[in-house]
């Protein structure tokens, strides 16, 4: 059975950090690619990062580049996602997702997706 299965979520105040892991069973990252989303009450989906198996390639969406680090360890068959200097609007459910066809972190069509992990940063 695939799945992915995040954790490391929680309540931080904002300026704090949080590392979320996705932990993938069922199949292996090595050759998909692998993103991190995530979704406010009342809002869309977003993209947050994503990072290629290929080459290591990492992108980020403008709200959290600088502050935020994507990183896989294919060993473990793990996903991370470093959050740093929080701030009350990164808090959302985070959702990793992979994909065998990668295009960009947005256009993608990602095959399997995890169950999400609640982020509150406070202020």
């Known amino acids: 059975e695939v799945q992915l299965v995040e954790s490391g979520g929680g309540l931080v105040q904002a300026g704090g950090s949080l590392r979320l892991s996705c932990a993938a069973s069922?199949?292996?990252?090595?050759?998909?690619?692998a993103g991190w989303f995530r979704q406010a009450p009342g809002k869309e989906r977003e993209g947050v990062s994503c990072?290629?198996?290929?080459?290591?390639?990492?992108y980020y969406a403008d709200s959290v580049q600088g502050r935020f680090t994507i990183s896989s360890d294919n060993a473990k068959n793990m996903v991370y996602l470093e959050m740093n200097s929080l701030k009350p609007e990164d808090t959302a459910v985070y959702y990793c997702?992979?994909?065998?066809?990668?295009?960009?972190?947005?256009?993608?069509?990602?095959?399997?997706w995890g169950q999400g992990t609640q982020v509150t940063v406070s202020s």
């Open positions: 990072i290629t198996s290929s080459d290591g390639s990492t």
């Open positions: 069922g199949f292996t990252f090595d050759g998909y690619a």
């Open positions: 997702a992979a994909t065998s066809n990668f295009i960009d972190c947005g256009s993608s069509f990602y095959d399997y």
